[in-house]
């Protein structure tokens, strides 16, 4: 065993490799993207790593390889688990051979997702078992347990982690290489009364399922990361605490302070380790659960109560003695438990009104497209083509999410990858005098809009795509997909042509344009928002993040009539306001261009002075 200091989920990716995890699939997304990004730097020669084209291809690819005996992880945050969800709900009927692992991280916040939704829900509706970390060493020490408890049972398992035990870090225990697992798979065994799914077979197995559970829980009560702490507390003996992942480090933190209560700590949300939960009842007359997202603990702490005929109260999120919503924290936690226990923090290091007054207030800092973004060209040039016309701009998951934002004010829908698509032939369907746009990235173009083209071209739509194809997955942390030409194993492979797909689809307007020329991307709109039928246009140039630039433009404020259209208009921060004077700030700008193009006086151009 050595120390080293982690991230979370570079922890969560150490404890699989330690493991012996032979395959990992997935697809980017925050705050998941590190465990495989993590596996793919460290893994052993012969573990294959993989960014799949989306959620629903990783778990099939998983299940094949678990199939054939291997250990395998696939990765993801919570929503795509919902893209996951077919082959996952049927998987759970089949079971594993090798142990599978399914890391989902969940978004309290959200920081960076369109929902809260809560895994361990789903782990319940999809009767699979949740291992819930709370710390960055129980993260590493859990993912092993998983893997043995699926091996075990034959079936995948939810590691479910949260933002602030993905991003956070600490100095954990490892082992060394010596001590890493070595699984070798048997390989893949016919059997179609196994591995072909029936009526008749699910029906087996879903009793199966429900006594392996019933099995599950009185295991789990026994999981020595299911605790529990202070039952015999002289401080608060009536009074006691539940929770689970990160929140037991904040309540553990509070207590310290307000003093001892009995608490149970749950690692395994599902099934739910309902001996252990009656012991710690025992004796209570009230409880109250501390816990994100959703009141899991808590509805399970009541059944419970009903089911065993316990008169204890269980107060939390239903109650509105937990906040409902978003992240937790210490803070809050404190206030929390300060309220239900009747203590005051024997610390308590409040500022003062006036101290509060003299703080000035943290500056808002709103996402924004990168300066030299090529997605600004795209939304400038669809802007302004379509200007004085009925329009609908239907957006996507991505860094153009961001062209919502004013002057660009370009995304009127966002709802799921690939959604816009949809989204833009229903509205022509209803309102056919509307010219609809879907904007899509590259990535999400693979990972989810085909299926949506094909939909718009059998059903005769009128709708124009605009792909947005910067080479790369950007906003997640520049991976590669299918048309980057390399895949995560560091093999160069031949590129999937976007323009290609469309065009085998049945599209016959697709063209190819430089969003950073100005002129012929705004006449390429023009003509495509003329014809009828579907069509694209694929806005073509690299992410500012991955191929850097020359040197920033500068004002010539002779020339400069101070009209400021480049910042009303594009709204790029490296232009910036000083002295009541337009300048570009050097060392935001890339030399994009853009606004040069739009100046009224010419203005602008050339490079910035040394």
């Not at 294959?48 to 678990?66: D, Q, T």
């Not at 689970?244 to 933190?253: P, R």
């Not at 409880?287 to 959703?294: F, H, I, T, Y």
């Not at 693979?446 to 194809?469: E, H, K, P, R």
Request: some cysteine.
């Amino acid at each position: 065993m050595h120390q080293e200091f982690l991230m979370g989920n570079e922890a969560i990716a150490m404890g699989a490799i330690a493991a012996g995890v032979n395959l990992v699939a997935g697809y980017p997304g925050t705050p998941s993207t590190e465990v495989l990004e993590t596996i793919a730097k460290r893994r052993p020669e012969d573990t294959y790593v993989e960014w799949s084209i989306n959620e629903k291809v990783a778990m099939e690819v998983g299940a094949g390889a678990a199939y054939a005996g291997a250990r395998v992880m696939v990765t993801m945050k919570q929503v795509g688990l919902n893209v996951a969800a077919d082959p996952l709900m049927s998987l759970e009927y089949i079971g594993v051979k090798g142990g599978m692992v399914v890391l989902v991280a969940d978004d309290p916040g959200p920081i960076s997702s369109q929902t809260e939704q809560d895994t361990r829900h789903f782990s319940r509706f999809s009767k699979l078992p949740c291992f819930d970390p709370s710390t960055v060493q129980e993260a590493y020490e859990m993912v092993q347990d998983a893997f043995e408890y699926s091996e075990k049972y034959k079936t995948p398992v939810f590691l479910r982690s949260t933002t602030i035990v993905s991003h956070g870090y600490a100095a954990i225990e490892v082992q060394d290489e010596t001590e890493y697992k070595t699984n070798k798979s048997e390989g893949f065994i016919k059997d179609t009364k196994k591995w072909v799914i029936f009526p008749k077979l699910s029906y087996q197995a879903h009793i199966n399922i429900e006594a392996r559970n019933v099995k599950l829980a009185g295991e789990f009560s026994s999981y020595s990361k299911n605790m529990l702490l202070d039952k015999d507390s002289k401080v608060f003996p009536k009074k006691g605490i539940a929770t689970g992942g990160f929140n037991y480090t904040y309540v553990t933190e509070a207590l310290k302070e307000l003093g001892k209560a009995p608490l149970l700590k749950v690692s395994t949300p599902h099934p739910f380790p309902e001996e252990l939960a009656v012991k710690f009842l025992t004796g209570l007359d009230e409880v109250l659960c501390v816990e994100e997202l959703d009141p899991v603990i808590e509805r399970e702490l009541i059944y419970i109560c009903g089911k065993y005929q316990l008169p204890v109260k269980i107060y939390g999120k239903l109650t509105l003695d937990v906040k409902n919503s978003g992240e937790n924290s210490l803070d809050s936690v404190m206030d929390n438990l300060a309220k239900f226990l009747g203590a005051v923090p024997a610390k308590k290091a409040a500022i003062s009104e006036a101290e509060q007054d003299e703080m000035p207030e943290l500056p808002v800092r709103p996402p924004v497209l990168c300066a030299g973004c090529p997605h600004r060209g795209a939304f400038y040039a669809v802007k302004q083509a379509m200007k004085g016309k009925k329009t609908i701009f239907c957006g996507d998951i991505g860094c153009y999410t961001m062209g919502n934002a004013m002057p660009l004010d370009m995304v009127d829908t966002c709802l799921c990858m690939g959604a816009g698509l949809g989204i833009a032939q229903g509205v022509n369907h209803i309102e056919p005098d509307t010219s609809c746009f879907a904007f899509v990235g590259d990535s999400t173009f693979f990972a989810a809009s085909i299926t949506g083209v094909i939909n718009a071209v059998y059903n005769q739509a009128n709708m124009t795509l605009i792909v947005l194809d910067n080479s790369t997955t950007a906003m997640t942390g520049h991976q590669p997909h299918p048309g980057t030409g390399r895949t995560m194993m560091g093999d160069v492979v031949n590129k999937v042509s976007i323009e290609g797909i469309l065009k085998g689809i049945g599209l016959e307007f697709v063209e190819t344009v430089n969003p950073l020329d100005h002129k012929a991307s705004v006449d390429a709109v023009k003509r495509a928002a003329a014809l009828p039928g579907v069509k694209a246009i694929i806005f073509k140039s690299p992410c500012i993040a991955i191929v850097k630039s020359g040197k920033s433009l500068s004002i010539n404020q002779d020339k400069c009539i101070n009209c400021r259209k480049c910042i009303r208009e594009i709204g790029c921060p490296g232009l910036v306001i000083r002295n009541d004077r337009v300048i570009i700030d050097d060392s935001l700008c890339t030399g994009c261009g853009l606004c040069s193009q739009i100046c009224p006086v010419e203005a602008i151009g050339g490079e910035a002075d040394e």
